[in-house]
């Protein structure tokens, strides 16, 4: 219902669903009724997570009503016309609960071969963007590995599991992406706990990282730094030794809480897991896609940008993201790195430039590009903000996104 609506205008509609004045709202949240006035009617541009997060908190609705990301996934050669749906019954199927109420095990298991090559093609998948093709293909692949895992034994049943986590994993991850936080939260603890079946720290530590990542989606920042460091110092006794995929991980984790650190307005911390991140990547010595991390010095300079954009440092953010090169990263990390730069261009009034990067982002990426909240906020920012008719390149981006009707 509020889906083509500004993050401001969502803050009003919600707040007078719940009967509260600007000056009971203002009071709530600490701040001015002019200021909210003003971020109602778009005169100030709601960018920072953890103002919009202290909004849902006071409004009672969660972080996602508030950025409204839709999460109708579109039909396409890649999804077919079974998607989330899909993917929502596969994960509510009380057989996954416990093998007392499964099916018996088949004489012939999925092999653990076919299994790493469909776990691959999904998270493969997910970082190419390519969610319709990810959400098609996770039900089977959830089924298989599930079934593996109950099948074997010994060290192919670690294998099973841990293939069974980072199955969960991809599901958590587009779900996530298309706006289905409570389902990505069950992916990722089932994932999480297929995790510490299969007694692979490195696993374990992924499928932490995609917990923390739901975290973030549900605004709960201080639960995520917490949660960061403890599995940092889990993982801590192993370093000495780690092997690049254990590196790559940990060090992605600290890149997590530095953004989850920032929307919390904890700047010391931020800075800290940042310095933390950056000796990971100086140790893993060049950009790598270990554990589909797309961990290195890259990805440090992304988050180093973001968390200055969350931080309120929109001058760094803008100076910095544009320089950064994310040409040999994955399709979702450079698409994302754009939505970013995109958002810090725009609040220089750099608009011209912000549309043709969130043009060529789209034509990168776009389905990441239409479920995206920002890609969205920019949008109907520029349509509101433009006296007539917008740009005939705004109005065509606008109908793609589905914020306007098609002619």
Avoid at 34 to 60: H, M, Q
Avoid at 82 to 105: F, I, N
Avoid at 233 to 261: I, K, R, W
Wanted: with cysteine; aromatic share 6%; charged share 25%.
């Amino acid at each position: 219902m509020t889906e083509n609506l500004t993050t401001g205008e969502r803050v009003a509609w919600y707040r007078r669903r719940r009967g509260l004045s600007q000056e009971v709202l203002a009071g709530l949240v600490g701040r001015t009724t002019d200021w909210l006035s003003k971020a109602e009617n778009n005169r100030i541009e709601l960018d920072r997570l953890s103002v919009i997060a202290s909004l849902a908190k006071a409004l009672d609705v969660s972080l996602g009503d508030l950025l409204a990301e839709p999460t109708l996934l579109d039909w396409s050669s890649d999804s077919g016309s079974r998607t989330v749906p899909a993917l929502r019954e596969a994960l509510m199927d009380y057989k996954q609960l416990t093998p007392l109420l499964g099916s018996p095990p088949n004489d012939e298991p999925p092999a653990l071969k076919d299994l790493r090559a469909d776990v691959k093609e999904v998270l493969d998948a997910y970082q190419a963007s390519r969610y319709g093709f990810a959400t098609r293909c996770l039900p089977f692949v959830l089924a298989d590995a599930l079934a593996a895992s109950r099948a074997h034994s010994g060290r192919k049943q670690e294998e099973a599991h841990a293939l069974l986590a980072l199955a969960y994993q991809g599901a958590a991850m587009v779900l996530g992406k298309v706006g289905e936080p409570e389902l990505a939260w069950i992916a990722a603890d089932r994932g999480l706990a297929a995790a510490q079946h299969s007694g692979r720290s490195a696993v374990t530590g992924s499928l932490i990282r995609s917990v923390t990542h739901c975290l973030l989606a549900t605004g709960r920042f201080n639960s995520a730094i917490q949660l960061v460091n403890d599995a940092a110092a889990a993982m801590q006794p192993e370093l000495g030794s780690a092997d690049n995929e254990h590196l790559s991980v940990y060090g992605t984790l600290f890149l997590t809480g530095a953004m989850a650190a920032a929307r919390a307005e904890d700047r010391a911390t931020a800075q800290t897991f940042l310095r933390e991140a950056d000796e990971s990547a100086y140790r893993l010595g060049a950009d790598a896609n270990h554990m589909w991390t797309a961990f290195g010095p890259t990805n440090v300079a992304i988050h180093c940008m973001a968390t200055a954009r969350e931080l309120g440092d929109l001058q760094i953010a803008a100076d910095l993201g544009p320089r950064i090169d994310t040409s040999d990263l994955p399709v979702e990390r450079r698409v994302r790195h754009s939505l970013e730069v995109a958002r810090a261009l725009s609040a220089w009034n750099r608009t011209d430039e912000a549309l043709s990067i969130l043009l060529d982002a789209e034509q990168a990426a776009p389905e990441q590009v239409r479920h995206h909240y920002l890609s969205r906020e920019l949008v109907i920012g520029w349509i509101r903000s433009t006296r007539g008719r917008p740009s005939q390149p705004v109005a065509d981006l606008a109908r793609r996104l589905h914020i306007i009707a098609g002619g």
